[in-house]
């Protein structure tokens, strides 16, 4: 006599073991054939117990509670029922509850497969700590990088911000005064205003006379000075002032 096995698969639960028999039976999860899923589940659970397998009572609960609605689906309606208003669409159907615990947990289960898949590939990409470049850097690239830290953005905020400053000090009331300045000569102050200064002063120290054509003058003058590498500008985090460097080996002269 051939011995008789029976291959269990593990579930997490009773859920998972009413989820895995509705879509091995391919039938409508919010049309649940109670009385099939019922049979099958408890052909599962005594199987485990034939095999002496320790059943944790959520299993047990469940029987009880799919046996319950089995019974309700069965038994005959009241003839009062088809007397009166009320329509059988209108009653209450049992498996509704455990249809949206279904549901819920298949959600969740759903959520769980997508998040390990995500874990697997993650696991396979391997990262290393940034190293220190600053030894493969040259001179003339870290000039470069330093005046690229201010972008022109920065330089025309900085320049709006200036410019609001010296309106609400300006007097309301003044006498235009008609004056004509040179962008290259006011290179050559900017020049001769850092080397006084050990060549490092702050943006807005450039910026003396209060009169527009002079600000404007001394902002073109600054903006081809970094074109020209004579200069560079550098701040440290965002809304910091912006210092300015007198450089070596700009074109400029």
């Keep these: 006599?051939?011995?008789?096995n029976v291959k269990?698969?593990?579930?997490?639960?009773?859920?998972?073991?009413?989820?895995?028999l509705i879509n091995q039976a391919e039938v409508d999860i919010y049309d649940i054939p109670v009385?099939?899923?019922?049979?099958?589940?408890?052909?599962?659970?005594?199987?485990?117990?034939?095999?002496?397998?320790?059943?944790a009572s959520e299993y047990l609960v469940m029987a009880a509670t799919l046996?319950?609605?089995k019974s309700q689906m069965l038994l005959p309606k009241p003839e009062e029922l088809f007397e009166d208003e009320w329509s059988i669409e209108d009653e209450e159907d049992p498996r509704?509850?455990?249809?949206?615990?279904?549901?819920?947990?298949?959600?969740?289960?759903?959520?769980?497969?997508?998040l390990k898949e995500k874990e697997a590939e993650r696991s396979l990409v391997h990262t290393r700590s940034p190293e220190?470049?600053?030894?493969?850097?040259?001179?003339?690239?870290?000039?470069?990088?330093?005046?690229?830290?201010?972008?022109?953005?920065?330089?025309l905020s900085a320049y709006q911000k200036l410019i609001k400053r010296k309106e609400l000090k300006a007097p309301r009331t003044k006498t235009v005064k008609s004056q004509e300045y040179s962008i290259e000569d006011r290179m050559q102050e900017v020049i001769k205003h850092l080397d006084r200064?050990?060549?490092?002063?702050r943006f807005d120290e450039l910026f003396t006379v209060q009169e527009r054509g002079h600000i404007v003058v001394t902002f073109l003058a600054i903006l081809e000075l970094m074109k020209t590498k004579?200069?560079?500008?550098?701040?440290?985090?965002?809304?910091?002032?912006?210092?300015?460097y007198r450089t070596e080996g700009g074109s400029f002269h």
């Design 67 to 69: 046996l319950a609605i």
């Design 96 to 114: 509704e509850e455990l249809m949206f615990r279904l549901i819920e947990y298949r959600q969740y289960k759903e959520a769980a497969s997508e």
């Design 132 to 155: 220190d470049l600053d030894p493969y850097i040259t001179d003339e690239e870290r000039r470069d990088l330093a005046i690229q830290g201010v972008s022109l953005f920065d330089m």
């Design 197 to 201: 200064l050990e060549g490092t002063c």
């Design 35 to 55: 009385a099939v899923i019922t049979d099958q589940y408890l052909t599962y659970v005594h199987a485990m117990q034939e095999l002496e397998l320790d059943i």
């Design 1 to 4: 006599m051939n011995p008789y």
């Design 8 to 20: 269990l698969d593990t579930f997490e639960g009773p859920l998972d073991l009413l989820l895995h």
């Design 230 to 244: 004579t200069i560079r500008c550098n701040q440290d985090q965002n809304f910091s002032d912006i210092m300015i």
